[in-house]
């Protein structure tokens, strides 16, 4: 299995795996343009993807899913509630592949299994993924609300994640975001804190985790060294960690 973040942030998310033969792609919140490009350059074609996984309705993960599935032949699997949500907001287009799924569901492509998992972010109906080969078990949780009942015992049963790291508390509470939104960032239905990452992983990483990817940091409330920082402080030396951008591709990541 092996994962890498072709953009990660709220200007646009999009990650690839690959697993057992079967190529997926999470979420489509860059422009068709960009998620080609950026495939290209470790020389995977778009037309090969097998399926698009939608996360939840906001428009930094799911604003060019018709895009991906009018131009490349891409079934999007999705659930109801998200579908009708984006559709409310965004011009999707025809799209004449969707696979509705149910959260907390199990999706299978072959060999490949990718449990879904309910998330209280305040999209309308959020989801994490978790794909397994049979062998090794990669999560891709981002978008978590806060850190709710059970998601520790996810994380200790991954060997690698890609997760958010949002922001940090200082930044947030001396930024120039409305209250409101400070508000809505840090509280139940927002995003994780560096701390609360780092404090999740490094229980993880007492388990069975091998590396961490963090991801979907915030531009204005957080910095990449910061995030890495924390984290690593919390984890301790040895365990492998690293950040995906808000803007370029990531390294291919090995599970």
Not at 2 to 14: C, D, F, W
Not at 36 to 57: C, E, K, W
Not at 115 to 129: A, C, K, R
Not at 159 to 181: C, H, K, T
Request: neutral net charge; hydrophobic residues 40%.
């Amino acid at each position: 299995m092996r994962m890498m973040a072709l953009q990660s942030g709220s200007n646009g998310n999009s990650i690839y795996v690959e697993a057992a033969g079967v190529r997926l792609l999470i979420d489509a919140g860059i422009t068709g343009l960009q998620m080609q490009q950026r495939l290209a350059t470790r020389g995977i074609a778009a037309a090969d993807i097998d399926a698009l996984l939608i996360s939840h309705d906001h428009r930094d993960h799911v604003q060019c899913m018709g895009v991906y599935h009018r131009k490349f032949g891409m079934p999007v699997y999705v659930t109801e509630r998200t579908l009708m949500a984006a559709r409310s907001r965004l011009r999707l287009g025809i799209i004449d592949d969707i696979r509705i799924f149910s959260s907390e569901s199990v999706l299978k492509f072959g060999p490949v299994t990718v449990e879904t998992v309910s998330t209280p972010h305040d999209g309308v109906d959020g989801v994490g993924f978790v794909i397994d080969d049979r062998r090794n078990r990669l999560g891709v949780l981002t978008d978590l609300g806060h850190v709710f009942g059970g998601l520790s015992d996810v994380l200790s049963s991954l060997d690698a994640v890609l997760m958010e790291s949002n922001y940090e508390p200082r930044l947030l509470d001396s930024g120039p975001y409305p209250e409101f939104l400070k508000d809505r960032i840090r509280g139940p239905s927002g995003h994780l804190s560096n701390q609360e990452t780092g404090e999740l992983l490094g229980k993880a990483f007492r388990s069975r985790l091998r590396w961490a990817c963090l991801a979907h940091l915030s531009e204005q409330n957080n910095d990449p060294r910061l995030a890495l920082t924390t984290s690593q402080e919390i984890v301790g030396a040895g365990h492998k960690l690293t950040v995906a951008s808000r803007y370029a591709v990531s390294a291919m990541f090995d599970v």
